[in-house]
């Protein structure tokens, strides 16, 4: 697909999920340093469980430097309840001790400065830190226009063919050089909603959705209706088909 084609998909995506779901405005905290290990705890768990765990490490050390000079066991103790806690614990220590070593204390100061693309490439370089943690990180806190994938918005673009991919990291290098700036952060949060509420993994809600005329679920469930009706006038089995994205989610 051409990327003016592309963007201009987009922008009709855009619109119909604002109709379903309104208008977001993005109002960045400007916490780059908690949103970095807010998003690390993200990983493989639910918003819930993360919200819960990242205050439970905030009240256990209440500074980035208590935090950077703890022992990875004592931070794996904290974090458990999110899931994968030792390899979490070991990538957010290892992620503020290196910020301290390289820029004197923990900070990503002066981050939003430099041009978006050398910013999340600046992110990029610890270890730890994937596409997904970057983009957050410059959107939610520094309000740098930087398009996050999630496996919501992966399988949502996905089924829309805004991009034909079996990842998010890979959904997220081809769609984050075209989404336009000014419905990055709305678009995001829209598609995140809609993969959550209405294209569900499994069972998507097909009849209360406004992107169904150009989505490619109703459709394939169409053609498999008549491959289900002709099986069973041949005398077959007419049990319940799998719908499409019944899958599991792939992780970021």
Known sequence: MLASELERRLYQVDRDLVAMYGRKVLVPHGDA????VHTILTQNTSDANSDRTYAAL?????????????DAEQVEAVIRLGGLARTKAARIVQVLRRLRDERGSITLDGLERLPKMEAFEELNRYVGVGPKTAACVLLFALGVPVFPVDTHVHRVANRLGLVSTKAPSAT???????VPEEITYQLHMNMVKHGRVTCRAQRPRCDECRLAPYCTVPAVRRQEGRKERGGRTQGESGGEHDELGGEADPQI
């Open 33 to 36: 340093v908690g949103e970095l």
């Open 58 to 70: 905030r009240q256990a050390f209440p500074t980035w430097d208590m935090l950077a000079d703890a």
């Open 172 to 178: 997220q290098a081809e769609l984050m050089p075209v």
